[in-house]
């Protein structure tokens, strides 16, 4: 069946799904429910299908009506419901406030082996949140976590935010907690919050907390993920001054926050005080540091730290081992990745997340056959991470393993292969995730295929998926990236009022379009923006305003701008120095742009051609400088002092203003521009000069003549330095003694002993023609 069928096909079962839905719901508007609806259902031909059943649940109002239709159709089919139509009455649920069955479905759910989406999570607090009901919105987290599901990280975060508006602390503390008890990162933002309502409640003394040991580690936590390793250390000491004794949790936090900061020594100290005060080991702490020497390379003390684990008689967990894989695959070691991989099945079975790790480590190393070859272990262990085994064996991967392999693919150019995988993942029944999606869309972009790049992004919501903020900056940056501003300005709004909480990366992306296509007052309005929001704008942000501001000749506020960058450690770049160079330059601004360009050069940056192309097209102010180009080109591939360029240039200004003015340059002119092209080592303009001077029946001088041998001498090309000087002689000019010496030392190093000779007479003659003057 070619596409073209399948979509039809496609295309009637939809239409027909869409009328049975229709159906249904016409029948329970009519009747109530009862016997009589029963038989009514009893005339539809087709087995409910979850498709139906998912359709008709989103199209009611009334949660009894659709819990009644939902165990009808357990008892007609006799089969449990999908986790999809489990999703749709929780969603009816919280559009309707009303939780009379929440937990009894909660515990179906549980029982079942699967828990909430994340949208319907979110969704079901937010419902509560939005008329100001936190209490039933606390409670809908405090039913999921009671039957041992995970409520949705966007979940946690919302009601937090709720509660720390309405002051309301102990609550905060306590989903805080719950999220450090299931390993969500408790970022500064939520921590700020806390502090902010304890503050307020006057539960803070003389900056200390009058607080438990679980907020003593929160704060050690949060401070030192965004690397404040000194405000980390500050609440350690203070919780020990409190006669308070840290636990692990709060060791091992301390362990990482050094270990991060890459002061490994000090969580050495710290982990060797843990450990004096146990009998056995703290796994957690032991990972950790394992972690933390994998990180800078010291590969065996995190070996040795394994055995003294096992000294201990504690055997090292399959997380140790993974730490370390997870530091080989950074280091690009594969080889003794696959060596550790092989010694861990002393201690411990290999997980799926380790053979993730190598698959992932393989492919980035261009290894793909090899990754796809890693089977014989992983049927040993009855896990099958290659993709190949998988698929012949009917197995299914899950979602790691394929954005592993469909974003390696793509790195390596192989991007059929890589939609190939996707195509088979759906055709195997895995539903991906959104790292999946996002990854997967990333890589289309790039790959410069713009349209399958916007199906993916509606394929997220297809999939029942909230599309996060990396979702729209992927989304927006490939659009922008291909010329659809109106599009990436859209998109960027459509963020900000559905509360997305925007990065820097999408401030930036939108700035840049917005400043190239010239509206810089939006542009600088975002920059405000971003700084109000107390994200910090990046060289990216600050070279794009400053770009706009030069380009439309609003000099001073890119010159206060960039000096705004440099006062903030902003590590400015060539590009935004150009940018500048090239503004000022433009409304002859000369001496400031001599400025910049000085500045860069102090930092120790590079010009680029576009650089010097910016300076000379500022100095020459006229159409034809090709040859300034090439000359600027050749100055900085031979590191030319600034000085001599400077000096270079406002001669070739000179040059092209007496040429603009109508006055024909004399000989002492041309002569004066040859030589001083050639000496600044510009052979090549000094050469196509210096003949184009003679076509013109120029009659190059002594001084010309040397100095283009010289120059060609100086370029390593002494042959025709050598065609040179003896059109020199020709002519009857006068070569200089010191060409002669400089002349012959570079024929010698060209292996032109022949040439050599002749030269070598020619000095002599002049050697006796000179003693012979000074005679008489």
């Given at each position: 069946m070619d596409d073209a069928s399948h979509s039809q096909d496609n295309a009637f079962k939809s239409e027909g799904m869409r009328k049975t839905v229709h159906d249904v719901c016409r029948v329970l508007d009519t009747y109530?429910?009862?016997?009589?609806?029963?038989?009514?259902?009893?005339?539809?031909?087709?087995?409910?299908?979850?498709?139906?059943?998912?359709?008709?649940?989103?199209?009611l109002n009334d949660v009894r009506v659709a819990l009644h239709y939902f165990r009808w159709v357990e008892r007609k089919t006799e089969q449990p419901h999908c986790p999809e139509a489990y999703n749709a009455l929780l969603m009816l649920m919280a559009r309707t406030r009303n939780l009379e069955y929440l937990e009894q479905i909660l515990e179906e759910m549980s029982m079942a082996g699967f828990g909430p989406s994340n949208n319907t999570c979110i969704e079901m607090v937010a419902s509560f949140v939005k008329l100001r009901k936190l209490g039933e919105a606390f409670g809908v987290i405090e039913t999921m976590r009671k039957f041992k599901?995970?409520?949705?990280?966007?979940?946690?975060?919302?009601?937090?935010?709720?509660?720390?508006?309405?002051?309301?602390?102990?609550?905060?503390?306590?989903?805080?907690?719950?999220?450090?008890?299931?390993?969500?990162?408790?970022s500064v933002h939520l921590f700020t919050?806390?502090?902010?309502?304890?503050?307020?409640?006057?539960?803070?003394?003389?900056?200390?907390?009058?607080?438990?040991?679980?907020?003593?580690?929160v704060c050690i936590d949060c401070f030192g993920k965004v690397g404040k390793v000194d405000m980390a250390w500050k609440f350690f000491h203070e919780l020990k001054s409190q006669e308070s004794v840290p636990d692990d949790v709060t060791y091992t936090s301390m362990i990482g926050v050094l270990c991060k900061a890459e002061r490994v020594d000090e969580a050495v100290e710290m982990l060797e005080e843990l450990d004096s005060n146990r009998s056995v080991p703290c796994v957690y702490a032991y990972n950790?540091?394992?972690?933390?020497?994998?990180?800078?390379?010291?590969?065996?003390?995190?070996?040795?730290?394994?055995?003294?684990?096992?000294?201990?008689?504690?055997i090292p967990s399959v997380i140790a081992y993974n730490c370390i894989l997870t530091c080989l695959g950074r280091k690009g070691k594969v080889e003794e990745a696959l060596r550790t991989l092989e010694e861990m099945k002393i201690d411990a079975v290999p997980n799926l997340s380790s053979y993730n790790i190598l698959i992932d480590m393989l492919c980035k190393a261009g290894e793909l056959e090899a990754a796809l070859k890693v089977q014989d272990s992983m049927k040993e262990a009855g896990l099958f991470p290659n993709i190949m085994t998988m698929l012949d064996s009917g197995q299914t991967p899950n979602a790691v393993v394929y954005t592993s392999l469909i974003r390696n693919f793509f790195k390596c150019g192989r991007k059929e292969d890589g939609h190939k995988i996707y195509k088979e993942m759906m055709h195997r029944g895995c539903s991906p995730d959104l790292m999946l999606l996002n990854?997967?869309?990333?890589?289309?972009?790039?790959?410069?295929?713009?349209?399958?790049?916007?199906?993916?992004?509606?394929?997220?919501?297809?999939?029942?998926?909230?599309?996060?903020?990396?979702?729209?900056?992927?989304?927006?940056?490939?659009?922008?990236?291909?010329?659809?501003?109106k599009e990436?300005?859209?998109?960027?709004?459509?963020?900000?009022?559905?509360?997305?909480?925007?990065?820097?990366?999408?401030?930036?992306?939108?700035?840049?379009?917005?400043?190239?296509?010239?509206?810089?007052?939006?542009?600088?309005?975002?920059?405000?923006?971003m700084k109000t929001k107390g994200l910090q704008p990046t060289v990216v942000t600050y070279g794009s305003v400053i770009d706009g501001l030069a380009k439309i000749d609003r000099l001073d506020e890119a010159y206060m701008l960039f000096e705004e960058a440099n006062s903030k450690?902003?590590?400015?770049?060539?590009?935004?120095?150009?940018?500048?160079?090239?503004?000022f330059g433009k409304v002859g601004r000369i001496d400031e742009a001599y400025l910049i360009l000085e500045e860069l050069m102090q930092k120790g940056l590079t010009p680029n051609t576009y650089t010097w192309n910016?300076?000379?097209?500022?100095?020459v102010k006229a159409e034809e400088i090709d040859e300034a180009l090439v000359c600027f080109q050749n100055m900085k591939n031979l590191k030319c002092p600034p000085n001599e360029v400077r000096k270079f240039n406002k001669a070739f200004v000179f040059w092209q203003e007496m040429q603009k003015q109508g006055l024909k340059p004399n000989t002492i002119t041309h002569t004066t521009m040859i030589s001083g092209l050639a000496r600044a080592g510009n052979v090549l303009e000094a050469k196509d000069l210096f003949e184009r001077f003679k076509s013109s029946w120029g009659i190059p001088d002594s001084m010309c003549y040397n100095a283009m041998i010289e120059g060609l001498n100086n370029a390593n090309k002494a042959m025709d330095a050598y065609i040179l000087f003896e059109e020199t002689r020709l002519k009857g000019c006068h070569i200089y003694s010191e060409t002669c010496v400089v002349f012959l030392d570079a024929l010698h190093k060209a292996d032109c002993l022949e040439q050599a000779a002749i030269v070598g007479a020619v000095l002599r003659e002049m050697a006796k023609s000179q003693h012979a003057t000074r005679l008489t």
């Open positions: 109530p429910w009862g016997p009589a609806l029963e038989d009514a259902f009893n005339t539809f031909d087709e087995m409910p299908q979850p498709e139906l059943v998912v359709g008709v649940i989103w199209r599901l995970r409520p949705a990280y966007s979940a946690y975060t919302t009601l937090i935010g709720s509660l720390s508006a309405a002051h309301e602390a102990d609550p905060m503390l306590t989903l805080l907690r719950q999220m450090q008890e299931i390993g969500y990162e408790v919050m806390l502090i902010r309502v304890f503050a307020r409640e006057g539960r803070m003394k003389s900056n200390s907390f009058n607080a438990d040991l679980v907020l003593y580690n950790t540091m394992i972690m933390g020497y994998g990180s800078v390379g010291k590969f065996d003390e995190a070996y040795s730290l394994l055995e003294r684990q096992k000294r201990k008689g504690c990854n997967y869309m990333d890589c289309v972009f790039k790959a410069g295929e713009i349209e399958k790049g916007r199906a993916l992004f509606e394929e997220i919501k297809a999939q029942g998926l909230i599309p996060d903020v990396r979702s729209y900056s992927i989304l927006v940056h490939g659009l922008g990236k291909a010329g659809f501003s990436t300005y859209k998109l960027f709004y459509e963020m900000k009022e559905q509360g997305l909480h925007l990065d820097t990366c999408a401030y930036n992306i939108v700035i840049d379009r917005f400043c190239k296509s010239g509206k810089v007052n939006k542009a600088y309005q975002l920059l405000e923006e450690g902003v590590d400015l770049n060539v590009v935004v120095y150009s940018s500048l160079i090239d503004g910016c300076l000379l097209d500022a100095l």
